[in-house]
């Protein structure tokens, strides 16, 4: 059964997935200053980046699923869960560069771009980061949510103009609830559709001011006047980025209908 989603300002166009190759890379790193090793913190039995892969490979309008890592550990975690795994450089700085090179000599329409710590993950807004792209002119999309959470680090916040264009990226709570104490916010949920022809022109760009100070690679786009593109999606779940992030995740997994699926499958 699929959700219901809609772009953050308007609703989809039928029939614009058919005929696209569409494909799917899960960049994973090894080292994490927050949480070393995350893509392979147990979650109620599977790595992070399995929970993420088996999710992944659940969304009907998927060519391919591959999993992008400079880790031989991760590689041998991931192809023994049955995934595809491709060895890239060490040196990248973002899962935007490390899923440029993946995907560098490969035919495809739209490459979506899934974060290997979004381990609660819906499959269905993997369909709507697309057709968010594709009822567009942007050369790409981010997902988001809503979210009250105030002082919330761990989660980037996205403003967005009247076009549902983003605006800005932080950690910090934006629009800064300062002098009207608003508490309602737009969450990045980092499931990131980029059109073919985009990521190779993305990586030309040297990292900008904003991106180095807030550590969010889309930073580099809107400082370079590039579009954003912004879905709204009902998205409850979280990234996991620290300590505290992982035992909460371990609270959800154990509750949540779909990993009973793959759990299932995987004995």
Known sequence: MRASTTSIFGRWVEGMIDGKKIIAVIPSRIGSTRLPRKALAD?????????????????????DVYIATDSEDI???????????????????????RTEEAVRNMDYDVVVLVNGDEAALNPDHIEASVRTLLASDAPTSLLASEFSKTRSYSDFKVV?????????????????????????????YHIISFRQGFLP??????????????????????????????????????????????VQMREVMNNDPLYATYRMANG
């Not at 180095?212 to 996991?240: A, T, Y």
């Open 75 to 97: 590689g041998e975690v991931v192809q023994r869960h049955g995934g595809k795994v491709i060895m890239t450089s060490s040196e990248h700085t973002t899962g935007i560069e």
């Open 160 to 188: 967005v103009n009247r076009a549902g264009e983003a605006m800005y990226f932080s950690r910090e709570d934006i629009p800064s609830p300062s002098r009207s104490g608003v508490t309602n916010f737009l969450k990045a």
């Open 201 to 246: 022109e993305y990586v030309k760009l040297e990292k900008t001011p904003m991106e180095s100070i807030e550590g969010h690679d889309h930073l580099r786009m809107l400082e370079n006047g590039i579009k954003v593109k912004i879905g709204l999606v009902d998205h409850p779940s979280f990234s996991v980025d620290t300590l505290d992030d992982l």
């Open 43 to 63: 979650i109620c039995g599977l790595p992070m980046v399995v929970h993420v892969l088996k999710r992944v490979q659940m969304s009907p309008i998927l060519d």
